[in-house]
């Protein structure tokens, strides 16, 4: 249920830290990758050294390393975190929370997190009751942090009241019930489609001409939008990747093959998603023998191909269709071009003259182009850009 879910643990300064072992425990053993952030009084409490164990990763507490100045950048946990989990929660962090103060890294995370936030709240019986928590606590759910409540009983002051932070057992549940909502909601009953990865081209029996697309982008798409509750039909190219959970796969080798799966798709679709690296050119007669070498020279004749995302485009109505620009110079202008002549909603465009962005490897870094905005990301890996794209495509949807 939490399998791959990134959680950030946020321990504060509480007496119920110490369940916070447990609790980390809990959520590994469910499959949730853990990293713990602790305010500088949660260390009294529990030490980091317990929690590094159990999250099988060093503690997070300054905001960089006094020994070696590393930074430990909040921006980049806070698009890591599928959710930041602060347990126990004490009265001064959730009063920070609602104000924005942000002295310390598990603050500066939180100010920085794109996830959902759930906060399980630890403290004596009169400073829960006190009216000042009491409206901390619905100001920060209005805004959408998750409130677990905390259980009545007996507490670490001997007094008996609600205040005592929820068991970690159930703390994970209402995690997990968290993420299942989250899971149901947006794009149930929508039908998307993805197309992914190179299309191949043959020449002959033998040779064929293709590109270094590895559909890792088109693929990620389609998981978060199956995630989400979408029906998807991933029309891919002939890639090593595996099926995303709960995605229709149809398997394609040549841009025309693509072509004809993806306009027949579009008919029952909602919208679509245009990732693949579809070649432009196709030989336009294919050998049915391999062909011979010779001391001469050799000219293979193409023609162009059709294009998929401007046919989809064509005949959008008012279907979302997003695409992809992948290119070396005067990006933004031939990223606005492909918006128009396609008939786009959005563009998201990655530069080949970026480090980490584009081909092969886990991370992309994209500027998202519409009629109306223009947005810039940082690097990131190709699921949190996925993330992101799909986050634009539920603001179309709404
Ligand atoms: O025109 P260009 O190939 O640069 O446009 C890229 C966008 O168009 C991508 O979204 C790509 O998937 C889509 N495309 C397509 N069919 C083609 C060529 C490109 O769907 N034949």
Redesign the pocket.
């Known amino acids: 249920m939490l399998n791959g879910k990134h959680i950030i643990l946020g321990i504060t300064g509480s007496i119920a830290a110490y369940k916070a072992a447990m609790l980390c425990r809990l959520l590994v053993k469910e499959g949730a990758e853990v990293r713990v952030i602790m305010t500088p009084l949660a260390k009294q409490f529990i030490t980091p050294l317990t929690m590094a164990t159990l999250s099988k990763h060093p503690i997070l507490v300054e905001f960089f390393n006094p020994e070696n100045g590393e930074w430990n950048s909040h921006v980049s946990l806070g698009e890591w975190a599928d959710m930041l989990l602060i347990a126990p929660a004490t009265a001064n962090t959730l009063a920070k929370m609602t104000t924005g103060i942000a002295d310390n890294l598990l603050l500066t995370t939180y100010l920085s997190a794109r996830s959902k936030v759930a906060v399980a709240p630890a403290m004596d019986l009169d400073m829960y009751a006190h009216i000042t928590t009491q409206q901390n606590l619905r100001t920060l759910e209005e805004r959408g942090v998750a409130i677990i409540e905390p259980a009545a009983g007996e507490l670490a002051s001997g007094l008996v009241g609600k205040g005592r932070m929820a068991e970690p057992e159930d703390i994970v549940e209402q995690v997990k019930a968290i993420f299942a909502e989250e899971q149901r909601a947006t794009l149930s009953g929508k039908r998307y489609i993805v197309?992914a990865g190179a299309t191949i081209e043959p020449i002959d029996p033998v040779r064929y001409i293709t590109n270094h697309s590895t559909g890792k982008m088109g693929y990620a798409i389609a998981e978060e939008l199956a995630r989400r509750g979408a029906e998807v039909k991933l029309i891919t190219g002939r890639t090593t990747l595996a099926t995303p959970e709960g995605v229709e796969r149809i398997d394609v080798l040549t841009?025309e093959d693509m072509y004809n799966a993806t306009l027949k798709a579009w008919e029952a679709a909602d919208g679509a998603v245009?990732?693949?690296?579809?070649a432009?050119y196709t030989p336009i007669s294919v050998a049915d023998r391999k062909l011979k070498k010779s001391d001469d020279d050799m000219r293979i004749e193409l023609r162009r191909?059709?294009?998929?995302?401007k046919e989809l485009g064509a005949n959008k109505g008012c279907r979302t269709l997003v695409?992809?620009?992948l290119e070396t110079d005067n990006e933004e202008a031939n990223a606005e071009g492909?918006l128009e002549r396609?008939n786009l909603d959005f563009v998201v465009l990655n530069s080949l003259r970026d480090k980490g962005a584009g081909f092969g490897g886990d991370t992309n870094k994209i500027t998202i182009i519409s009629r109306t905005a223009r947005e810039e990301y940082p690097l990131m890996s190709k699921r949190e850009v996925a993330k992101v794209i799909v986050d634009n495509i539920e603001k179309i949807e709404r």
Do not use: L, S
């Open positions: 197309t841009a245009m990732c693949a690296a579809v432009d191909t059709k294009d998929i995302a695409g992809f620009a492909k396609k």
